[in-house]
């Protein structure tokens, strides 16, 4: 790991100063992702800045929704009451991450900005365009098996890894960002990530030294009937090959709402609106799920390796709205 | 929580002028700034980025841990992880580096009560908190339940990965997670055996949990 110097912040304001002053500079929280990918080369900063001493905790459930403090840990929101009972998948997307270890030492914000598990991304011995930007995609005719099937471009297949974002996304969870400049804003994760296009180095629209501060998370109905299911190579502490987070609202036997996102085979968490659409109004049985399902992978374009992914893909739809159907 | 790595050109645009970093690094760091303040229009001119400035460090600085309830002064560089830190520096060598990746738990250690992986922790961040590693967990000469019961239960082969096996098990029971077998596996999936004791590390740490219920 290269050496870097070290700073706590203060106040968001001396966050974003300090980085501003730093173009090599990150942001530290937890360190889980950050530690790792400095130690393979894979990162280099000279400048850590340590958010740990901001006033950025706090779970609080309202009739209007729930706010998650940016530096709030996985583990400690995972198990929180209100979110298994209110929003119980993103409490099972939360604890279907990394291991016990990890989840109590990453925030819910750096979660959100992890990068991307995509084998040549991780080895510096390959070109990538996500980390050296012009030098090419090896995993467009290589071994892609584990990258995605929507939202690629022949720059970048990579897959978005966070297990958190995709329930987030599922149920419109929306970030507050504080600027160095103005008011904080707010945003809708699923606005707040780009798809990879040309560019896949630049994966959201966070500007230099703005801090996510909070999330929050609409109350609904189909929230508290929601569940994640993750598939994965092994059955604990392994990245999603494919994960549906779904919501449902059903009374007397029939969808009034639905919300429906996928993990494991975007290259950014991939809500299907389609699905969600074709669900609504209609009877909660097997078939309407598998009916519905199979829209959600209609504009894929898989690689050579990562075919069974559409078939996965729309049975871990069904399976999980069976769930919540029950 | 890392900003993009990347600035679009339109935010690129980087404050003129030495940074804060630079500055400090001029005047020898905190201690040079505190001792011997600048000149006044100096002052003035970086009173915007220093006030109230927290002191950035790099090099060989002052770290305080406190370790087994110890107090331990070490001069560490900021890249220094807490595994490094009791490895290298301290001599406390049960706390084993395997992956150093956060991927096999062999660093699990205890953090104000929580089990976290030391590798992927920074010693510098580590202060003020209480630091609980596998040589902290007997009491004398007399074993922590979960140490005598991965003996009973030969928890282990080659023996690597005990160290955070127990830490994480000493843990994994204090949650409340190891009430059923199902439960205790899934909670304990962050601590990786190569030699695959994991049956008598399962009994081992469902015996403690038992221990625990019945008081």
């Known amino acids: ?326 | 929580m890392l900003p993009p790595d990347d600035h679009t050109p339109d935010q690129a645009a980087t404050p003129p002028g030495p940074s804060r970093r630079s500055f400090l690094k001029q005047t020898g760091g905190l201690l040079g700034v505190a001792l011997a303040p600048p000149i006044a229009s100096q002052a003035e001119a970086l009173a915007d980025k220093l006030a109230p400035a927290s002191p950035i460090v790099s090099g060989p600085t002052n770290v305080s841990l406190n370790i087994n309830g110890q107090a331990r002064n070490l001069r560490l560089e900021p890249r220094t992880t807490l595994l490094d830190a009791l490895r290298e520096n301290l001599d406390l060598t049960g706390t084993k580096k395997g992956c150093d990746h956060g991927q096999c738990g062999a660093c699990t250690v205890h953090v104000d009560g929580r089990r976290v992986n030391a590798c992927l922790t920074l010693a510098v961040m580590s202060q003020g908190k209480q630091i609980t590693t596998i040589e902290g967990l007997a009491k004398g000469e007399e074993l922590h339940p979960m140490q005598e019961a991965f003996l009973k239960h030969d928890g282990f082969q080659c023996g690597y990965c005990t160290p955070g096996q127990i830490m994480s098990g000493v843990s994994c029971v204090k949650e409340g997670h190891a009430t059923t077998d199902d439960q205790t596996r899934e909670w304990m999936s962050g601590n990786i055996c190569r030699c695959g004791a994991y049956p008598n590390i399962l009994a081992a740490v469902r015996e403690v949990a038992g221990q625990q219920v019945k008081g």
């Open chain 1, 1 to 326: 790991m290269n050496n870097f110097a070290y700073t706590q912040a203060a106040s968001t304001k001396e966050a974003a100063t300090a980085a501003q002053a730093d173009k090599q500079a990150a942001f530290i929280s937890g360190g889980t992702s950050l530690i790792d990918l400095m130690k393979s080369n894979i990162e280099q900063h000279t400048l850590l800045i340590d958010l740990n001493k901001l006033s950025l905790l706090g779970i609080e459930n309202s009739a209007a929704g729930l706010r998650i403090g940016a530096l709030e840990r996985m583990s400690d929101v995972g198990e929180h009451p209100q979110v298994v009972q209110n929003y119980p998948v993103v409490s099972q997307a939360l604890l279907a991450s990394a291991s016990p270890q990890l989840r109590n030492m990453a925030s819910m914000g750096g979660n959100l900005l992890q990068r991307t598990r995509c084998g040549y991304f991780r080895d510096t011995a390959f070109p990538c365009n996500k980390r050296v930007p012009g030098s090419g995609c090896p995993a467009q005719t290589g071994d892609n098996r584990t990258l995605a099937i929507l939202g690629g471009s022949p720059s970048c297949i990579a897959t978005h890894a966070s297990d958190l974002a995709v329930s987030l996304v599922a149920l419109e969870a929306k970030l507050t960002i504080e600027s160095p400049k103005g008011q904080p804003r707010t945003v809708p994760l699923a606005d707040f990530y780009k798809l990879p296009g040309s560019t896949p180095h630049i994966e959201n629209h966070l500007a230099p030294g703005e801090v996510i501060t909070a999330i929050t998370i609409p109350a609904a109905a189909h929230a508290r009937r929601s569940h994640y299911l993750k598939v994965r190579d092994r059955a604990s502490y392994a990245y999603a090959l494919v994960s549906a987070a779904v919501g449902l609202d059903v009374q007397g036997g029939t969808i009034r709402s639905a919300r429906v996102a996928l993990g494991g085979v975007g290259t950014v968490p991939w809500r299907v609106p389609a699905v969600e659409q074709a669900l609504v109004g209609k009877s909660a049985t097997e078939d309407t799920f598998r009916a519905a399902a199979a829209l959600a992978v209609r504009d894929a374009s898989p690689r050579e390796h990562n075919k069974f992914k559409l078939e996965l893909a729309q049975r871990t739809i069904v399976r999980a709205l069976l769930e919540v159907a029950a």
